[in-house]
């Protein structure tokens, strides 16, 4: 017998409330509750599932960059020296205290091993952030970056 998803002890009202607090987090309870039908006590009870769940991860508000004067995007494939895990852990220990780096994916199927998404304010940012940063991590022997330059799909919520 193959095992059960995860995602199919959701009924059709925990899937209302992920989609609605996927498009507008702050949502009150009431607000929320009224939107999927039900009442608010069983709204909040349920919320509070899945959130204790780990499917609700957390409550963000979504910036958009330009407006706070982080006008450059990049995607930046790194490349380390040696595949060991003492290597692979300095460099994600290292690079998490980057505030500019949004992602971090290890990765496979290409010439690099991580796959970072950056917001920088300026080309002068990215070059102090790849010069003096990035290519000082030890191990670091490779960095490509590509500059986005229009988003085309930009969106958080996840398909249910």
């Known amino acids: 017998m193959k095992p059960e998803a995860p995602h199919s002890s959701l009924d059709r009202y925990d899937r209302r409330i992920l989609e609605a607090l996927q498009q507008d987090a702050g949502l009150s309870n009431q607000r929320l509750a009224e939107k999927i039908g039900l009442s608010p006590s069983p709204c909040l009870r349920r919320v509070q599932a899945l959130e204790e ?47 500019e780096v949004l992602e971090c994916f290890l990765i496979t199927g290409h010439d690099a091993d991580y796959q ?36 085309i799909i930009d969106k958080t919520e996840l398909p249910l």
């Open 53 to 99: 769940a780990g499917i609700i991860r957390q409550r963000v508000a979504l910036l958009q960059p330009e407006k706070i004067g982080l006008e450059l995007m990049v995607l930046m494939h790194i490349s380390m020296d040696r595949h060991t895990p003492e290597r692979f852990e300095h460099f994600e220990s290292t690079i998490k205290q980057s505030p």
């Open 116 to 151: 970072l998404k950056v917001v920088l304010r300026d080309m002068a940012h990215f070059q102090d952030f790849l010069l003096n940063r990035l290519t000082r991590i030890e191990g670091v022997t490779g960095v490509h970056s590509s500059f986005i330059l229009r988003k």
